[in-house]
């Protein structure tokens, strides 16, 4: 699990601060400050952000960068075993590969079930079939598995 520096660096400024307004907020209701109430909102407000700011420093993890690969949307995901990216028209098929398998590996597992235990992932384009018609053709395709992440590129 990588840590972000900043975010846990923000987080464990934000928790010194929401510390420093607890003991004003303990205060405030010892002295019966008229603003004792509004110490109770920020102070919540601020344990909250630090805490968030902690949690998401701990759980960021960042996206893995395949050489030759190109940055495409995704289309269509079931949330189980089929993923659908869309190429664009000028996408040269030397990229085909590292893209779909880039796309596979940046693929987040949790929640994610299929009957074979895989995940597979499309790189397809749309092109014209005829008058007013037209019809997905597939470029590539890959494989990842929910046991263990590996991802295959099948063509």
Known sequence: ????????KAGLWLGAA????AV??????????????????????????????????????????????????????NGTSLVVAAAPPELSSDTYGPTVEQLALNLRGSGRSSADGLVHVRLRRVEPAGAGTSRPVVL?????????GTVTVLR
């Open 24 to 77: 004003l907020m303990v205060a405030g209701f010892v002295r019966s400050w008229g603003i004792r109430f509004r110490l109770v909102g920020v102070t919540s407000f601020t344990v909250l952000l630090s805490l968030s700011c902690l949690a998401f420093a701990i759980s960021y993890s960042p996206r893995i960068q395949v050489e030759g690969a190109v940055t495409v949307p995704v289309v269509f995901d």
């Open 140 to 148: 590539a395709e890959a494989t990842r598995s929910l046991e263990d």
């Open 1 to 8: 699990m990588p840590v972000d520096p900043l975010l846990l």
């Open 18 to 21: 929401s510390g420093v307004l």
